[in-house]
Every structure is written in structure tokens, then in C-alpha cells.
């Protein structure tokens, strides 16, 4: 029973994980086409409060279900299939916390200044070209690691 539990724990983290980066990277490339200072400043700070409690309370999930499962289940942190898995979100992670936040960060100060209807900088623009490369890639991380959960290879 406990290992069910987990697994749904798990589950709905990565719902709430894969949903949001998605998600996110959607809406935000769409208020970013408008090219409406207001429009791109609003969805700017909802990138930074998803991301705060959507992409970060989904990590969460995913760790408490995940360990949760091997706890329970005696498995081997050490199986090719888990490893891979671990190694993936890590490197998601680290991409997230290195480059994604950090741009995100600096383009909410940045629309934070033209909320107002003002003009935006080409800086906001190299930025979220910037922030959509690497998120891309922060996305497909996590979509292989799907992969490698399902199947186990």
C-alpha cells in the first residue's frame, strides 16, 4: 500500500512539473509575440510565481514519491534505469538553477521597468531567447527521463 501511495505522491509531481515547464514556456512565448509591454510584463512575473511553486513543488513530489518507492520497495538506487533517471533531473535541475533562474530573474526586473506600457530593451529580447534555448532543453531532459521511467532500459 505504501508503495502505491508513493507512486501516486510521484506521479502527480511529475504532472505538476511537466505541465508547468510547458505550460510556461507556451504562455510566455505567446505574450512575448504580442510585443505589448503590459501583456509581456504580466506574464514575466507569472513565469517567476509558477516556476516558484509549480516547477519547484513538483520537484518535491517527484523526490518524496521516488525515494519513497525505493525506500519501500528495498530497490537498488543503483540499477542503470535509476541512475539515468537521477541523473537527468540533476542536470535539469542544474539547468534551471544556473540559467533559467537567473534569466528570469533579470527579464522580471526588466519588465518590472515597462510594465507601465514603456519601451522594452533588446536586452529583455536576447534574454528570452536565451531563456527559450535553454528551457527547450530543460524540457526535453525531463521528457527523457520519462522515457526512462516507463521503460527502463
Known amino acids: 500500500m505504501w508503495y502505491s501511495a508513493f507512486k501516486v505522491v510521484h506521479l502527480l509531481g ?4 511537466v505541465g508547468n515547464i510547458v505550460v510556461t514556456a ?5 505574450a512575448d509575440r504580442t510585443r ?6 504580466y506574464a514575466q512575473r507569472l513565469v517567476t510565481l509558477t516556476d516558484c511553486v509549480f516547477t519547484v513543488g513538483g520537484v518535491g513530489l517527484i523526490l518524496v514519491g521516488a525515494y519513497g518507492m525505493a525506500y519501500v520497495a528495498s530497490l537498488d538506487l ?3 534505469w535509476l541512475v539515468w533517471g537521477q541523473s537527468l533531473l540533476l542536470v535539469s535541475a542544474l539547468i534551471w538553477a544556473l540559467v533559467l533562474v537567473p534569466t528570469q530573474i533579470a527579464q ?5 521597468a515597462f510594465a507601465d506600457g514603456g519601451a522594452i530593451p533588446d536586452s529583455y529580447w536576447r534574454r528570452g531567447r536565451r531563456w527559450m534555448i535553454w528551457g527547450i ?5 525531463p521528457l527523457a527521463n520519462l522515457y526512462v521511467m516507463v521503460f527502463k532500459p
Open 36 to 41: 505589448d509591454s503590459r501583456v509581456i510584463a
Open 108 to 112: 522580471a526586473r526588466q519588465a518590472r
Open 26 to 30: 507556451m504562455w510566455k512565448t505567446l
Open 137 to 141: 532543453l530543460a524540457t526535453l531532459i
Open 78 to 80: 543503483g540499477q542503470s
Open 14 to 17: 511529475v504532472i505538476v512539473f
